[in-house]
């Protein structure tokens, strides 16, 4: 997301450009850079609300395509502009963060879709594949934090009025959090998910020293998750995504320092398991088999309201 700051001056249009783009104040030529960075923050905030909002995977790439032809666009428009009185710092500053969104997208974007592939197979690749997101996100933050000094610098030589636009600044630094909250509970339910597999791969094999030893290891990770999980805050006033998580590690606990130690003592037993053994070793597996799947919809759910509360929904354009 980007930080968009307004210039605030009577004469708040770009009616005055002439044919060689020359500007006859310098809030004219500020105004005609910001509104060059004001497209790209809109149609970057309008691909985010449809990636959220929209089940549409064609229309969300729709808009993904949008944003970076208006990226493209906009820095051709600004690289087109002469500097100011000899002064091109905000000009170049600007056309640099435009190069940097559009090596986000073409690179860092293209890593981190690439990464997304595999991430399913690994907590370590569905960890590298979080950090590479959050990295490229950290990119565009920084390119907008740019953008956002130099307006301030210009506007400071020239003694030019900024106003900021709040709801967009706001509304930038409350998605960096929320998707930082987001990843923070995601990967813990992850690798708690990936060592429950671990262990459901060993009880297939009926090999009880594995099973042992990948139910101790679900204990200890469950243990650091809800230790972790306590002390989290809400997030914008909100609980359930977190108290989701919480309700399914205090599950997976329960599984793994009793039902899945019962199991274990049962496989291990071999031959001399007796009709109580099965019962109970069939008991635990009834019981996962009926709460998990709830409990891990439970939290899947409490994740995607958490991204349309925050999110506001797309305005459609009319079709004429």
Known sequence: MTKLLLISVLTCCTAGLSAQNTFSSPGEYGIALFNEHAAVA???????????????????EQKRLALIEQIQQSLKTVKAIPPYEGDAKLR?????????????????????????????????AMEQYLNATTEAEKKLDAAGTRAANAQEAFAKKY???????????????????????????FLRVFKTSKKD???????????????????KELD????????????LPDFNGDTEYRDAAVALMKFYKDLAA????????????????????????NE???RSNEQLPNLSDAVNIAAERLFKKNVPKPIPTRRT
């Open 42 to 60: 809109n149609k970057n905030m309008e691909y985010l609300q449809y990636s959220v909002h929209s089940e549409d995977i064609a229309v969300v």
């Open 284 to 286: 635990v597996i009834a």
């Open 258 to 281: 009793n039902g899945y130690k019962t199991m274990t003592e049962v496989v291990r037993k071999g031959d001399k398991m007796t009709n109580e053994d099965v019962d109970a070793y």
């Open 159 to 185: 003694n030019i009025q900024l106003l900021e636009d709040e709801e967009k600044t706001d509304g930038a630094s409350l998605l960096t959090r929320m998707n930082n909250y987001y990843r923070n509970i």
């Open 92 to 124: 170049d500053e600007i056309a640099g963060v435009f190069e940097a969104y559009l090596a986000s997208f073409r690179l860092e974007f293209s890593r981190v879709n690439t990464l997304k592939q595999s991430s399913r197979e690994s907590y370590e």
């Open 197 to 215: 597999a671990e262990f459901s791969d060993a009880l297939a094999e009926q090999h009880a020293g594995k099973m042992d030893r990948y139910r």
């Open 220 to 231: 200890v990770i469950c243990d650091d998750n809800l230790a972790f999980l306590s002390r």
